[in-house]
């Protein structure tokens, strides 16, 4: 396993105040939540005490209070996945995106190391590139004054600078970022302190291991924009009871949305939830046990990121929030490089992402009929099935992290 890990210093623009414990005191949530949104939080506190089996009160997902406070609380200290290690392979190339409104770059640079950063300029606020953008680059130029970045955020040049005798060329930097390679997925905290994921992620590792993900190659990837709130997309991701109805001939032979799902929590960043085919995967290339070949594993960490492996084939999702109902959904089918000896790859690229497509347009179509209803007068809460454990289990993984400040965050369970 390659981590990859780089975390950099405190650095002006970054402070942590904006997260929690600066703001609040140890184990405080920052300042206090108010109206709307103090309403929201303790609804969601009652998962943590008795987790009851209701849905979501309908404005979790359109309070625009509430949205700013999952932008600091939950993804301005949590890991996002953001790539998979195929698409920054080269030396000098970079991935941006937005992460709840925060725009994000990481880069490979020439020694192979990561960086992630801040792509806005020091000088007046102009974005080095655009979210969504990748590519190979050896420095990233400022269009609006010239200033010139390294791909670790280090400035290496500002146009006529040196009459200005309070400008110190030398703690100039992008503001820094902690990024994280796990088993070849590349995760992105905008809290450049944050401990690191691996280590939550131990034991999802061990049920992986037969699975290989460092020998696993990108065989197709996607990335689109779903008119919907994050969580819409994310609880939908925690259940597959929805199969057996955005899904009735795609996945629903296959994976039946009556079956039971067994839900194993680890930690607040992870969780695991297991589903069995109806029949039991072949195998070519992976050492699979009889266990392994008859289930669906999903693995979830917290808040946007899954796994789905099913037999030789993995799909890593990250589901990204842009604005409080637009939600940016990367992904990528990843196999095990002998797989591809002998085939087309071409070809196995285009059947994986026609077959992907088809499934994303199911869930976006659906979901974001849910997006549109979820502001009606008549929307209410609902009673959750036993089918949908996980879905209480992300609650509870959300609660925690907007009520817990920095010095509690992410804790236990």
């Known amino acids: 396993m390659s981590t990859g890990r780089t975390a950099g210093e405190e650095h002006p623009g970054t402070a942590r105040t904006g997260h929690g414990s600066a703001a609040g005191g140890a184990g405080e949530a920052g300042p206090p939540a108010s109206g709307e949104a103090a309403a929201l939080l303790a609804e969601l506190r009652r998962y943590l005490d008795h987790a009851p089996r209701l849905s979501l009160p309908p404005r979790a997902f359109t309070s625009p209070e509430l949205y700013e406070l999952e932008r600091?609380?939950?993804f301005g200290r949590s890991w996002v996945l953001i790539a998979h290690r195929d698409e920054l392979a080269e030396p000098n190339s970079y991935v941006s995106v937005d992460i709840a409104g925060e725009q994000v770059v990481v880069t490979r640079d020439a020694d192979g190391a990561l960086h992630g950063m801040s792509p806005i300029c020091r000088h007046r606020m102009m974005p080095l590139v655009e979210p969504g953008s990748a590519g190979r680059a050896t420095s990233f130029t400022c269009p609006y004054h010239l200033w010139r970045y390294g791909l670790d955020g280090r400035?290496?040049?500002?146009?006529?600078?040196?009459?200005?005798p309070d400008f110190d060329p030398g703690s100039c930097r992008l503001p820094p970022f902690a990024v994280e390679e796990?088993?070849?997925?590349?995760?992105?905290?905008?809290?450049?302190?944050?401990?690191?994921?691996?280590?939550?992620?131990?034991?999802?590792?061990?049920d992986l291991a037969n699975y290989r993900l460092d020998g696993m190659v990108q065989l197709g990837s996607w990335s689109e924009e779903w008119a919907c709130n994050w969580k819409v997309a994310v609880?939908?991701?925690?259940?597959?009871?929805?199969v057996m109805g955005f899904h009735p001939q795609t996945l629903q032979p296959s994976t039946p949305g009556g079956s039971d799902t067994d839900v194993r929590v680890d930690s607040p960043w992870a969780l695991?939830?297991?589903?069995?085919f109806?029949?039991?995967?072949?195998?070519?290339?992976?050492?699979?046990?009889?266990?392994?070949?008859?289930?669906?594993?999903?693995?979830?960490?917290?808040?946007?990121?899954?796994?789905a492996a099913a037999g030789e084939m993995v799909i890593w999702l990250s589901l990204i929030p842009q604005t409080i109902d637009r939600t940016l959904v990367r992904g990528g089918i990843l196999v095990p490089r002998a797989a591809l000896e002998g085939a087309d790859p071409d070809e196995m690229r285009l059947q994986a992402e026609s077959y992907a497509a088809m499934i994303n347009s199911e869930d976006r179509q659906g979901l974001e009929a849910v997006q549109r209803a979820v502001g009606s007068r008549f929307a209410a809460r609902g009673h959750l099935s036993p089918k949908e454990p996980g879905v209480v289990a992300f609650y509870q993984n959300l609660a925690r992290a907007l009520l817990r400040g920095d010095g509690d965050w992410p804790g236990g369970l």
């Open 235 to 242: 609880e939908n991701a925690h259940e597959n009871y929805h």
């Open 155 to 164: 400035l290496i040049g500002a146009t006529h600078m040196r009459g200005n």
């Open 182 to 206: 796990w088993h070849g997925l590349v995760y992105v905290n905008l809290d450049a302190a944050a401990a690191p994921l691996a280590p939550a992620l131990a034991r999802i590792s061990r």
């Open 272 to 276: 695991r939830l297991l589903v069995p």
């Open 278 to 307: 109806t029949e039991p995967q072949e195998t070519r290339t992976l050492p699979l046990t009889d266990e392994e070949k008859a289930h669906l594993y999903g693995i979830f960490v917290f808040p946007a990121a899954s796994l």
């Open 72 to 74: 600091t609380r939950v």
